[in-house]
């Protein structure tokens, strides 16, 4: 008979070996590593191993465009590439999304306790006593909106022309009232010549 052990030892849990990711969707891992690098910023690199079934230096590689393919890598949904399942991908951004909540309540609050509020920027801004010129912000426009605007341009720009044009001609007022038969007698000299011609 054997004895039973009277103290209970706790299974063994074994680790789960790494994803297995079939030949054909390999090549398409440097794609989903950058998407997701570009899309959620916040994941990080063991999670984005965890989704996609990648190495480490793969994805700090692919971070610091020093990877092999690194201009022909097109960033690709991993969910559409068949990488990993939506509902994977959303667990991981909660998850991360949390992780960076709790870090940024820690700054806070350290922050709050060591009696700093300012940021760096305007810590150094407050110790110089020159006033820090202001960015200028450049927006991207959409084309509609360019072509709006140099239609306005030309606009006005023809506008401003035909005001400096009624100004200077033969120094007469603005303001003259013309009558039909003024007007359409210069018309009939003009025509007379060409009618004489035929």
Not at 53 to 71: Q, Y
Not at 161 to 182: H, I, L, R, S, V
């Amino acid at each position: 008979k054997i004895l039973e052990s009277k103290i209970k030892i706790p299974e063994i849990k074994r680790k789960k070996p790494p994803r297995y990711t079939p030949l054909s969707r390999r090549q398409d891992r440097p794609a989903a590593i950058s998407w997701l690098l570009r899309n959620h910023p916040e994941l990080t690199e063991a999670q984005i191993s965890r989704l996609v079934g990648t190495t480490k230096p793969t994805i700090i590689a692919i971070r610091e465009r020093t990877h092999w393919n690194s201009a022909g890598i097109q960033p690709a949904d991993p969910v559409a590439l068949g990488l990993c399942r939506q509902t994977d991908l959303d667990a991981m951004v909660a998850k991360a999304a949390a992780r960076v909540a709790r870090e940024r309540k820690k700054a806070a609050e350290e922050a709050a306790a060591s009696g700093t509020l300012l940021s760096p920027e305007e810590a150094l801004a407050v110790a110089d006593t020159t006033p820090a010129p202001e960015k200028t912000v450049a927006t991207l426009l959409s084309a509609e909106e360019v072509q709006k605007h140099k239609e306005a341009t030309e606009s006005a720009a023809t506008f401003a022309n035909f005001e400096d044009k009624k100004a200077t001609d033969d120094g007469k007022p603005e303001d003259q009232e013309y009558n039909a038969d003024a007007v359409f007698a210069k018309f009939e000299d003009k025509k007379k010549p060409d009618s004489e011609n035929t």
